[in-house]
């Protein structure tokens, strides 16, 4: 069996097949950044990482987009609160996001466009709707016609009726129906603006996400991650967007994501019951909130309560304790001395292959993370036991298990590999790394690309990537 995946669109789970052999094309919705994120936010970013991590263990070539709105109500509000620029505060934000996510162990997207950058492809996509007929201009603004698309409704199911009551669907004498929605908005005093052929305005919402998916990933991707709050309007609206324009399906799996809760409610910004990541992970190792916010199926809700974490903590502590253990022994011990074949060898030999096929249903089955979680912890019980007479297992069995346990934390993101040695190496390699950039920043400067290129192509041969972005350049292990 393969890997199979719930799909928001047919409501079914469905066997994985990518668009182009071993390949995998995602795009996942990233954040609006008016303010740090939230444990809640955190969430669907590890989600999207761990499919990432669990596709590319199965052999595959991800290419992996995750946008940055870097222009919206929300942060022009907030800037002018704060008085700053807009960009001055998208600009923290989304330095911030990358440094919350990166102590999270989430490993950066492929490319993380921003709005901003895009304004020119979200012109040409909305000109192509007007032409089509599927949108039309008012005093500077664009809007779509929904009626333009038949088959719009159809992630949703909502029928026009309730499609006239959705969410952010506002009461607006300029358009022809009320289920229409802005495409460009005309600018207001004080707010940022872009020329464009209607007039100064800024894009909307949905356009952004649709512009930057087509640019970056091409007309048809196979996989669309985000929160479900997401699936209506905003991937509704993605979908008639892009589907009009090109006449192709836009994303083929559609991946939504539940709601962290506190309390019973979500956790939100504007529910004001939130925690930000950066302050969960002062106090608690990522492992600990990676344990927790993957500890049920990301199809159902998860609710957070004070002692969550202490729950994580522990946990995560058994796991740490018996890899230790294990690693211990294997280093120690001869194994040409310890060639068992006891009954409790077997035994453990048999809960390790039952505990690598049931990780593998696990995670092929939409990406159960709490099954396959549970996995790990029955294989460690079994271990513990073991250990406790380590005379009647045999080394080769004992290392097998170290290994199968360590591989399958790994994919989750729950166990740092050899944390003391990754920390000793860091020590030396960070200045190096510090001044290799900065000598390939000097070449670029003078516009030596061949310096320039030499350092990243000779770094990539090593397993470190380096990624260039308006704000300098950064590094990262492969
Ligand atoms: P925002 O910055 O509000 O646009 O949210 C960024 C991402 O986090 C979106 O994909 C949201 O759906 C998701 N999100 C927001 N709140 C929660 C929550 N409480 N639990 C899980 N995901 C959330
Ligand atoms: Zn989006």
Known sequence: MGLRIY???SRELEEFTPLKDGHVSIYSCGPTVYDYIHIGNARTALVTDIIRRYFEYRGYNVKLVQNITDVDDKIIARANANGISPSQLAHANSQAYFDDTQ??????ADVHPRATEHIPEMIELIQTLIQKDAAYVVDGSVYYRVNAFKEY???SRRKPEDLLAGARVEVD???????????WKAAKPGEPYWKSPWGNGRPGWHIECSSMAMKHLGETIDIHIGG????????ENEIAQSELATGCTFARYWVHIAFLKIDGSRMGKSEKNFIFLRD?????????IRHFLISAHYRHPLDYASDSLHTSESAIKRLTNCLQALKKIAETADSTQNQKSSDEDKCLMAAIQTMQTRFAEAMDTDFNTAQAMGTIFSLITQVNKSLMDPTEVSIKTLKKAYNVIRETSQILGIYSMDEKNVEDTF??????????LEIRQ??????????????????KQINIEIQDSHDGSTWKLL
């Open 7 to 9: 799909n928001s669109l």
């Open 103 to 108: 102590r999270l162990g989430i490993q950066p």
């Open 173 to 183: 004498e300029r358009k022809e129906d009320p289920r229409d929605f802005d495409l």
């Open 442 to 459: 000097d070449a670029r400067n003078k516009k030596d690309w061949d310096t320039s290129d030499r350092i990243r192509d000779r770094l």
């Open 280 to 288: 969960a992970l002062d106090k608690h190792p990522a492992e600990v």
């Open 427 to 436: 020590t030396y390699l960070k200045p190096l790394l510090e001044l290799l």
């Open 153 to 155: 409704g159809k992630l």
């Open 228 to 235: 479900e709050d997401l699936l209506f309007p905003h991937h």
